[in-house]
């Protein structure tokens, strides 16, 4: 793994941009997007390639059947968004479950478009200062850092998001990143005799 990669796993979002973010995309699919990505840590390209029949609504649970490196997983999801994903598909039995314009599945570039436009909207800009817009892959990073915030175990989230084994989730999520360093810092030296 580069050291950039190790770097941008540090940036994400705060939470109220994250509603900040849903609330400024411009439809229900798209709405049903951004939960989606920042709900389950998929890849853009898992996301496109997500079809109707990798939905599991009873045990509200999908089926990546093709993620990096060829591996399938098993991604657990919250109710409502198993709803929101109900509405979406409506009567369709078959085909992607993010239909583009054309009814095919939708291009890892129609998914970053997406995300960048509620960015845009939201008035969000990249914590990574080397990236100007929102991309999916920050809804990653961003899924992946609160769901340890929030006390889940580094292993689960290792098989969540794909990952060979938990030394590579350790070894990107495993330090603090900068909000939660500040947050420590804040909250520890508040208490100072000072």
């Given at each position: 793994?580069s050291?950039?990669?190790?770097?941008?796993?540090?940036?994400?979002?705060?939470?109220?941009?994250?509603?900040?973010?849903?609330?400024?995309?411009?439809?229900?699919?798209?709405?049903?997007?951004l939960?989606?990505?920042?709900?389950?840590?998929?890849?853009?390209?898992?996301?496109?390639d997500?079809?109707?029949?990798?939905?599991d609504?009873?045990r509200?649970?999908?089926?990546?059947?093709?993620?990096?490196?060829?591996?399938?997983?098993?991604?657990?999801?919250?109710?409502?968004?198993?709803?929101?994903?109900?509405?979406?598909?409506?009567?369709?039995?078959?085909?992607?479950?993010?239909?583009?314009q054309?009814?095919?599945?939708?291009?890892t570039?129609a998914?970053?478009?997406?995300?960048?436009?509620?960015?845009?909207?939201?008035?969000?800009?990249?914590?990574?200062?080397?990236?100007?817009?929102?991309?999916?892959?920050?809804?990653?990073?961003?899924?992946?850092?609160?769901?340890?915030?929030?006390?889940g175990?580094?292993?689960?989230?290792?098989?969540?998001?794909?990952?060979?084994?938990?030394?590579?989730?350790?070894?990107?999520?495993?330090?603090?990143?900068?909000?939660?360093?500040?947050?420590?810092?804040?909250?520890?030296?508040?208490?100072?005799?000072?």
């Open positions: 793994m050291p950039h990669q190790n770097q941008a796993c540090h940036f994400v979002l705060a939470e109220s941009d994250i509603t900040g973010l849903l609330n400024a995309a411009t439809s229900f699919r798209d709405r049903t997007i939960k989606c990505l920042y709900l389950t840590g998929l890849r853009r390209q898992e996301l496109g997500l079809s109707i029949g990798d939905v609504f009873d509200l649970r999908i089926h990546v059947r093709c993620g990096k490196g060829g591996k399938s997983r098993i991604v657990p999801i919250p109710e409502f968004l198993a709803g929101d994903l109900r509405v979406l598909i409506g009567r369709r039995s078959k085909g992607p479950v993010f239909a583009s054309k009814g095919g599945s939708l291009s570039r998914v970053s478009y997406v995300v960048e436009r509620a960015g845009k909207a939201a008035g969000l800009n990249n914590p990574n200062p080397r990236r100007s817009n929102i991309n999916p892959h920050l809804l990653r990073h961003t899924f992946a850092r609160h769901y340890l915030k929030h006390g175990q580094m292993h689960k989230l290792s098989q969540i998001l794909g990952h060979g084994n938990v030394a590579i989730t350790h070894a990107i999520y495993g330090t603090a990143s900068e909000e939660e360093i500040h947050e420590e810092y804040q909250a520890v030296t508040s208490q100072f005799p000072l």
